[in-house]
């Protein structure tokens, strides 16, 4: 089973051709590859795995997804 964590795009980058996103999870901030979600931009919400972006969600179902993800880990 894979874990696909939310997190907002804070600026787009270029490395070498390859087109990578400052994202921010939960105040962590890590440079994922986006070149899966060329329409993705600034402010968007992403859900990633393993450094690689996988779906472009909106605001309400990544609040919903870091709650549900925070109530996960206070009830471990």
Known sequence: MCLAVPGRVLALL???GLRLAQVEFGGVRKRICV???PEIGVGEWLL???????QR???DA???ALAELAR????S
């Open 62 to 64: 990544a609040e919903a």
């Open 48 to 54: 990633a795995h393993a450094g690689i972006a996988l």
């Open 57 to 59: 969600i909106d605001a």
């Open 35 to 37: 070149e899966t979600l």
């Open 14 to 16: 270029d490395e070498d």
């Open 72 to 75: 996960a880990a206070a009830s």
